[in-house]
């Protein structure tokens, strides 16, 4: 696939995605409308959709064809993402008043509507995996993919990262509690979106175990990234103030080894988890090119 192949493919896939967020939607809203409003609001705010197409990839992947199937999950990862954001935007743990180019939904709507929203999209995603898992023709499939989401979003996963980042801010951190705040805040959405994927295909549990290793690999790439970024970009590319690890006083990869160990550990993490997919004996080109586009992203 050339770049610019594998561009049209890449956006493609993300209006693909946004139509599946938007028929995902809450209807039949009475008096909550502020609270409908503000989940649209954050929700197709226009990110990169990562999550949602590593899903749909890794389905793909493991030979799931029945794409209907597999949209209300991917929603669903969205969703748990999107309140993520509009929670680590709060006052009381980043304080962040832009993302992806726009106010944050707690500037726009209020505090108060910021947590509820937050809130409402995380309830809203698991109901909407459910409904989807209840419609498979192998229920146990979506289950599967149900019991890898909450485990990964929660107190082993993405919010105990969190936690402990939210503690350490401010303070000197070891590797070993870097370590763990990367995998847990940053690479566990990314783990459940493949394998998540990978269940809803039904592969085997020793591939759902081999691309989990991927999600990992792929996750603290990204976030290492997204340290370079905060001091390399500029706020118009990445939609945010750039600066704020700084400002926060976050101890991040880069400040603890280096821009460029930095750097070539982006390039070494994601190179690993391409020759995990490339010996497996399924394929998904797509799903490479797009594992190693991330090691030279701008936002
Ligand atoms: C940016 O994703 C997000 C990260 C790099 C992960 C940061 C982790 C948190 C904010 C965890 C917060 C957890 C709780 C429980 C509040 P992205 O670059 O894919 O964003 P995009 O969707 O805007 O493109
Ligand atoms: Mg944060």
């Known amino acids: 696939m050339t770049q610019e192949q594998f561009q049209d493919a890449l956006n493609a896939r993300v209006s693909t995605i946004e139509k599946v967020l938007v028929s995902a939607l809450p209807k039949n809203i009475t008096m909550q409308k502020t609270i409908a409003d503000a989940m649209e609001y954050s929700l197709m705010a226009g990110g990169k959709r990562l999550r949602p197409m ?10 799931g064809s029945d794409e209907a199937e597999i949209e209300p999950f991917m929603a ?62 192998d229920p146990a ?21 969190q936690v402990v980042d939210v503690e350490l801010t401010g303070k000197p951190i070891s590797e070993e509690q870097l370590d763990f705040i990367y995998r847990y805040k940053t690479s566990a959405l990314l783990e459940a979106s493949l394998m998540a994927g990978a269940a809803l295909a039904g592969a085997a549990e020793e591939e759902i175990a081999q691309i989990e290793c991927v999600g990992r690999l792929v996750g603290l790439a990204f976030q290492i990234q997204d340290d370079i970024l905060d001091l390399t ?18 101890t991040t990869y880069v400040s603890l080894h280096g821009m460029r160990e930095a750097e070539e550990a982006v390039e070494e993490y994601s190179k690993e988890a391409v020759e995990i997919l490339e010996n497996l004996s399924e394929e998904n080109e797509f799903l490479d090119q797009l594992i190693v586009s991330l090691i030279h992203r701008k936002k």
């Not at 680590?88 to 944050?104: I, Q, S, V």
């Not at 979506?142 to 990262?161: C, D, E, F, H, P």
């Not at 706020?235 to 926060?248: C, H, T, V």
């Open 141 to 161: 499939n979506g289950l599967k993919a149900l019991q890898i989401l909450s485990r990964k979003a929660g107190v082993y996963g993405m919010v105990g990262g």
């Open 76 to 137: 669903a990862i969205e969703m748990i993402h999107t309140y993520s954001l509009v929670h680590d935007d709060l006052p009381a743990m980043d304080n962040d008043e832009y993302r992806r180019g726009r106010k944050t939904t707690h500037i726009v709507y209020g505090e108060d509507m910021g947590i509820l929203a937050g809130d409402a999209l995380l309830n809203y995603a698991y109901e909407t995996a459910v409904e989807g898992a209840l419609k498979l023709k």
């Open 54 to 63: 590593l899903m749909l990839e890794a389905y793909r992947l493991f030979g």
């Open 233 to 250: 970009s500029t706020a118009e590319e990445l939609g945010k103030p750039i600066g704020s690890d700084l400002r926060n006083e976050k």
